[in-house]
């Protein structure tokens, strides 16, 4: 077994895609121990970082150096641990549903969401189909991930440009494009649209 794992590690840190598929499959149990330290079992966030850690796995492939003197199992434990731990810590505090009372836009120009979207302009009729449309709206952003909700927040109600968010959340410019771009096909599906992607 060892013999076996030391093969796909070497073969993975050569660059050998199906090798490097086999070790993310055996290194599954890992992360999820580590998952699990901080989130339950059937907590909606659970998928989200088990890609993150398959992120993890991959970035360490690359930065891993032998010369060292650790074997890169133990690199991988130390890295995936510190991982997570770090998230949950950086992410404990973060409001994760917005409300119609949430105050939005930049500091010195804000307004809350519902006036905002409502306005005085409306008949009452008007008014109440549309209430009833934000608050689908907001329904269902409740049910995307909090990465996903992060990066709504981050885009309409912070108004933050995507180099911003790129530059907050310590991520490449194109992730934080697709991100966006794939949250907002997944929210568009929940609200009954099209799946052609597209921005609101």
Same mark, same amino acid.
């Given at each position: 077994m060892d013999a076996d794992i030391?093969?796909?590690? &070497?073969?993975?840190?050569?660059?050998?895609?199906?090798?490097?598929?086999? =070790?993310?499959?055996? =290194?599954?149990?890992?992360?999820?121990?580590?998952?699990?330290?901080? %989130?339950?079992?059937?907590?909606?966030?659970?998928?989200? &970082?088990?890609?993150?850690?398959?992120?993890?796995?991959?970035?360490?492939?690359?930065?891993?150096?032998?010369?060292?003197?650790?074997?890169? =199992?133990? %690199?991988?434990?130390?890295?995936?641990?510190?991982? %997570?731990?770090?998230?949950?810590?950086?992410?404990?505090?973060?409001?994760?549903?917005?409300? =119609?009372?949430?105050?939005?836009?930049k500091q010195g120009n804000s307004q809350e969401l519902g006036s905002m979207l409502i306005g005085c302009a409306l008949d009452p009729i008007e008014e109440v189909v549309l209430k009833d449309e934000i608050n689908e709206l907001l329904s269902n952003v409740k049910k995307l991930s909090k990465k996903e909700q992060k990066i709504i927040s981050m885009f309409y109600i912070d108004e933050l440009e995507i180099k911003e968010i790129s530059s907050q959340l310590q991520k490449a410019y194109r992730t934080v494009v697709w991100r966006k771009y794939t949250t907002l096909r997944k929210l568009k599906k929940l609200m009954g649209g099209d799946n052609h992607g597209g921005t609101f």
């Open positions: 030391n093969y796909i590690i &070497l073969e993975s840190l050569k660059g050998d895609k199906k090798s490097q598929e086999i =070790l993310l499959s055996k =290194l599954h149990p890992l992360i999820y121990k580590n998952i699990y330290r901080y %989130y339950s079992h059937d907590d909606h966030i659970v998928e989200d &970082l088990v890609q993150e850690g398959y992120v993890v796995i991959l970035k360490s492939l690359k930065s891993y150096e032998e010369n060292k003197g650790v074997h890169f =199992l133990g %690199y991988i434990k130390s890295n995936l641990f510190y991982f %997570y731990k770090n998230y949950y810590r950086d992410t404990k505090n973060q409001r994760n549903t917005i409300s =119609l009372n949430q105050n939005i836009g």
